[in-house]
Every structure is written in C-alpha cells, then in structure tokens.
C-alpha cells in the first residue's frame, strides 16, 4: 500500500516558467510534510518542508502548498531554471513517530531552455 | 556544520558474499542515523533507524542488520548478499532535539549484486 503517492513520473517545463509537482498521501495521521531534490549518484537535498497546521510555506523560488481535505501537497518553483533539472521526492512522516518518513517514487524534472 | 559521510560509492559484489556499508557524522552530538535503500523507479524505502548506540529499530524483514557501535557511526551489514539486495543505499541524521526536522542524507552507496 503505498501511502504516498506521486502520480507523474517526469515534467517538462521552460525555463522562465512555473513547475508545479503535484504528491498525494492517504493516512491522516500525517503531519509532516517534506520537499527533497535529488541529482544522479548524489543523495537527496531538503528542500522545503511544511507542518500541517499550515497550508503554506514559501522559501526563495519554492513553495509548497498544504491541502489537507483532498491530502494533496504541491511544489510550486517560480521561475525555473535549468539547474532546478532534478528528481523531486516528496516524503510524509508523523507525530507518531518521527522517525518514519514515507517517501513517494519521485517526478524528474526538466528545465529546458 | 554538519556533514555524513558514506563509503564506497559503489560497489560490485558477488552473490553470498558479506556486506559492510560504513556510515559517519560530523559536526553533531547524538543524532537520530537511518538506512535507506532505493531500488530502481522506487522511492527511498526505510531499512533501519537509530536513536541512540546500540539501539537498532529494523522496518522490513530483510537479509540485512545495522548496528551503531559509536554515537555518530552506523554501518549496514549483510553475511550473504542475495541478488535483490542490489540498489542504491542512503544513509541519513536527524537532529532529534529540535520539533519537526528533516533528515539529512549521504550521497549513497551503489551496490550492485554480480
């Protein structure tokens, strides 16, 4: 049972423009929520992070964006740029324990000129 | 600051063959240590977490054990590697002290079984 879900494998998007990377979860227990960038042979960087008493947070060029009601979290990163080309992980934890993180397959971005 | 480090980047091994994967912390006192593993077009799938030396909490029944026999090394081990042992294996900190904290990962070590 996968209890976090992101549904695209891959975007493409110009550089200039908005990427937006869409991730789902199903346990309501969650309450943690955690953006991560991964480039090849490298392990994952945090991004941005947000607690579910928000329904967003912003950080430079990246936003995420809490909706609890449709378990649903979005990354917003406006503009990109070719160097934001990356897998994107984004992760799920709880109160309960916050040592258990539930990590979604990722999305491969692409910033093309 | 703060860094983790892994060792090998890669690694080639045979089927049956023992595994050491080493893991380290600089920079911080009694962190939280966990294993990842990613297997190909999945994402990171907890193995083992750490919240202090000699205290191993294992996720999933596997062919694999941790242990952590100083405070900021961890080190992931195998007697006989199987094949679907292959993947990529991250180890991760966390500062346990401070509320919601996101775990800091190492860029992995590739381990391919032969």
């Known amino acids: 049972d996968q209890q976090v879900k992101q549904n695209s494998p891959s975007l493409s998007v110009q550089e200039g423009r908005i990427s937006i990377l869409n991730c789902d979860y199903t346990?309501?227990?969650?309450?943690?929520f955690l953006w991560y960038k991964k480039y090849p042979a490298e392990g994952p960087t945090f991004l941005i992070s947000?607690?579910?008493?928000?329904d967003k947070n912003e950080d430079g060029r990246f936003t995420v964006f809490l909706n609890k009601s449709a378990k649903h979290l979005s990354l917003h990163i406006v503009p990109s740029q070719p160097g934001d080309s990356a897998v994107y992980f984004c992760?799920?934890?709880?109160?309960?324990?916050?040592?258990?993180?539930?990590f979604g397959t990722g999305t491969r971005l692409q910033v093309f000129p | 600051s703060q860094t983790i480090h892994q060792w090998p980047a890669t690694l080639v091994q045979p089927v049956g063959s023992p595994l050491s994967l080493e893991c380290t912390v600089e920079?911080?006192?009694?962190?939280?240590l966990y294993w990842y593993r990613q297997a190909a077009g999945r994402g990171l799938q907890l193995l083992f977490y750490?919240?202090?030396?000699?205290?191993i909490s294992s996720e999933v029944p596997q062919n694999l054990s941790a242990s952590r026999p100083q405070d900021r090394q961890f080190i992931l081990s195998s007697k006989k590697l199987l094949l679907s042992d292959s993947g990529f294996y991250l180890c991760?900190?966390?500062?346990?002290?401070?509320?919601?904290?996101?775990?800091?990962f190492g860029d992995g070590t590739r381990l391919s079984i032969l």
């Open positions: 947000i607690s579910s008493i928000k």
């Open positions: 750490s919240v202090g030396i000699g205290q």
């Open positions: 346990n309501s227990m969650f309450d943690y």
């Open positions: 992760a799920a934890g709880g109160s309960y324990n916050t040592d258990k993180l539930i």
């Open positions: 920079g911080t006192s009694n962190p939280n």
């Open positions: 991760a900190w966390k500062n346990p002290l401070v509320g919601n904290q996101p775990q800091h």
